[in-house]
């Protein structure tokens, strides 16, 4: 007899469309071979590799705590490129001077600009920026191979469906970044020195706040607590589910998932634009907390005098 697992395992990736071995084979030759040429890269310190371990092993608690098995994905975060700012912006276009790391949809490298500030980066921005893109790397990646053209396109990532929830996908894996480190960090030798600088570094904080802010609008509506809330959205990252959009729906209105849904790139973390469509969106829906908040954040513009990490344990 089978005995089902306590914790499913999760595999890396979910393929979709010509899911035949060679095609399969040739999308792993691709992602393998797909580099950024002539990067000058970095050896981080053995004594800050193992801090890499131990936020890997965090990661594992966080997926056992949720009811997952996340070995597989956490055996692919293997791909760390360590790079100066100046190389980055030369070798790679898309790559913008205020960057401090990516997770690449090309080959699912990571890469950390070790001087994103101009001077050398501490390990605790370190390790905040490479927890945030490993969250990324263990989210659920939805792979779409094409037969006839031989491409295959990620047609879903954590909460992001291509282009659109990407503010949501952004706010959940920081909110949930922030929340592995206070929970998870403390347990292990080399992380737990780092915990408080992840109360003073926030990651798209603009994504960040407005989320952090329609979640208390779903507290009040919903009677369910923030910290539920939180973890359905983080199953949605590991999984690919839509409960955190069935919440908004429910609760807040299909207006609202219009809002989130934005497909306009260019407007993805423009605060001024986001701000000003919510705060009308929310005085037409009579989501009063909701535009509190948002006015709030106008005045103040620094998440970390709204967010209470203490919250989201
Ligand atoms: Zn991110």
Redesign the pocket.
Known sequence: MIKASAHPTLENFTFKGATDKRFLNGFYRYIRSKVITDLHIFIPPQQFQNTVEDIKKALYLFGIDLGYDLTPRILFLNRLVFAKKADLLKKDSTWKDDYRSV?SQDNFKIYISVDATGSFRTNDSLAHSIN??FI?GISYKEIYISQNNKEWIVTKLGIRRKNRFFILN?AV??LTNIYVINKFWPRFKNTKSLVNFANREI??PNAVFLVNAMFEELVKRSHLSYKDILRKAQVDLLTGSQNTLSLISRFLGKDFIEVLSSSEESKKYDVIFNLNFLVEKSRRLKLVYFEKQLNNYKLSSDVKDILDPTRLL
Do not use: D, G
């Open positions: 997770f945030h893109e990324h952004e894996t920081e990651s798209a």
